[in-house]
């Protein structure tokens, strides 16, 4: 289960990304639905780390099917 106990179903599909990401994965992003409603579909990745995390992030995230 997530750290914190949600109502998934009312939430952003893009909400449920992130917080799958951050709390299974452990790679933070940003939900799309900060950007607007028609952002929803979509997360945001920041890349203001060394290439090195970001590297392991992408790897994180490539294998995630893993956490489910």
């Known amino acids: 289960r997530y750290k914190e106990d949600i109502d998934f179903a009312l939430s952003h599909n893009s909400v449920l990304v992130y917080k799958f990401l951050l ?21 945001r990745l920041s890349f ?6 970001v590297i ?9 099917y893993k956490f489910l």
């Not at 392991?56 to 995630?64: F, G, H, P, Y």
């Open 23 to 43: 709390y299974k994965v452990g790679v933070g992003v940003i939900p799309g639905i900060s950007y607007g409603p028609e952002s929803d579909d979509y997360i």
């Open 56 to 64: 392991e992030a992408l790897n994180r995230m490539k294998d995630m």
């Open 48 to 53: 203001s780390v060394k290439k090195e995390e």
